[in-house]
């Protein structure tokens, strides 16, 4: 089946350790996405990558890294530097591109807690 | 800067009563606005892409429409199966990021 898996799905951390979050999608997608979402809040972009080897900042990338190294995967790392790392973190994929079908489509998302 | 607003923030209705929610935006070049569907502790759920004014997409009991300001997702008849949290999103202009709105927490009552 094809579809975007991120993992693990809880995440604990300890203060001042950096972790990483996972994302791979099958889609065959070239845009890829992280997202934050805290209580009763949306969805705030971190970063997206429109292709291999590339990726820009979104708005709130500070205290975050990602590498873009494959099309399949996307991984998020919450550093050290990032003061309020507790949240939903969610990872998307889409067509790149102008045209139709450009909508993203989501994973199950990592809840992180800072312990 | 590109901004989406979603309103109302939180809605009650009884089973069976229809209503609309709202998403306006404010962006550069829209080349696509999208609804999904959120449930709680799970990732948004993709429902409808609008790409220019006029269009509408229908979906069970669900149906977006698109003005060159806003865009409404009416519910017609909900069952309480219907609740869950609502966002919609926008991409616009030549990179392909996209900007949510913060959703509209929909709560149907039998």
């Known amino acids: 089946d094809g579809g975007i898996t991120q993992s693990p799905k809880y995440l604990f951390r300890k203060e001042g350790q950096n972790v990483t979050l996972s994302c791979e999608q099958n889609?065959?997608?070239?845009?890829m996405y992280w997202y934050r979402q805290d209580p009763g809040q949306g969805l705030r972009l971190i970063y997206y990558?429109?292709?291999?080897?590339?990726?820009q900042k979104g708005d709130i990338a500070e205290g975050y890294s990602v590498s873009r190294e494959k099309k399949e995967s996307f991984p998020l790392t919450v550093t050290s530097a990032q003061k309020n790392p507790t949240a939903f973190y969610l990872c998307?994929?889409?067509?790149?591109?102008?045209?139709?079908?450009?909508?993203?489509?989501f994973g199950q998302g990592t809840r992180l807690t800072v312990v | 800067e590109d901004q989406v607003t979603q309103s109302p923030e939180a809605l009650r209705l009884q089973e069976g009563e229809s209503s609309s929610l709202n998403c306006s935006y404010t962006?550069?070049?829209?080349?696509?606005l999208f609804w999904y569907r959120q449930d709680p502790g799970k990732g948004p759920e993709f429902l409808f892409t609008?790409?220019?004014a006029g269009e509408e997409k229908e979906k069970e009991r669900l149906k977006a429409t698109l003005t060159k300001k806003e865009s409404f997702l009416h519910i017609t008849a909900p069952k309480p199966e219907d609740s869950a949290t609502y966002l919609c999103?926008?991409?616009?202009?030549?990179?392909?990021?996209?900007?949510f709105g913060k959703g509209t927490r929909l709560h149907i009552l039998p």
């Open positions: 990558s429109q292709i291999v080897n590339d990726f």
């Open positions: 999103a926008v991409q616009a202009g030549r990179d392909d990021k996209i900007i």
């Open positions: 889609l065959n997608h070239d845009a």
């Open positions: 962006v550069s070049g829209l080349r696509g």
């Open positions: 609008l790409y220019s």
């Open positions: 998307a994929s889409s067509i790149a591109g102008a045209g139709s079908n450009t909508e993203a489509f």
